[in-house]
């Protein structure tokens, strides 16, 4: 007996299904590793970002001063500043654990897909 319309819509594809309960396995997995390196690694970029700072604001005092003064070219002190501004604004915790915050939506994505497809085939 062929399928109706509802039924090929209301169901996945078994290949699909598979691929999904693979990546689930491989993305849990993923998630897992993920958990035993972020602490470190958050740590050592919020450790960074402190020293940054404290780079920053001394750079910030040198540049003020020798203004004040009127002597010196400060062009070069400008660039390591901004370096250095640029470098506290790309490294922050949120985009260390970014990848993390991917693989739990990514999960529950594809877990709620699978689920849905398989309470599908419950219902009467």
């Given at each position: 007996m062929p399928q109706r319309p509802r039924e090929i819509l209301s169901s996945l594809n078994p290949r699909l299904l598979d691929s999904i309960s693979e990546a689930?396995?491989?993305?849990a997995r993923a998630i897992g590793q993920l958990d035993a390196?972020?602490?470190?690694?958050?740590?050592?970029v919020e450790?960074?970002?402190h020293?940054?700072?404290f780079e920053i604001e001394k750079a910030t005092l040198v540049i003020d001063r020798v203004e004040w003064d009127g002597r010196g070219?400060?062009?070069?002190?400008?660039?390591?500043?901004?370096?250095?501004?640029g470098l506290l604004d790309t490294l922050t915790v949120e985009r260390a654990t970014a990848s993390r915050d991917f693989l739990d939506s990514l999960f529950d994505s594809l877990r709620a897909l699978r689920d849905q497809?398989?309470?599908?085939h419950s219902e009467p």
């Open positions: 689930l396995d491989d993305v390196v972020l602490p470190p690694v958050t740590r050592h450790i960074i970002r020293h940054l700072a070219d400060l062009d070069a002190a400008r660039q390591r500043l901004d370096r250095l501004n497809d398989t309470s599908s």
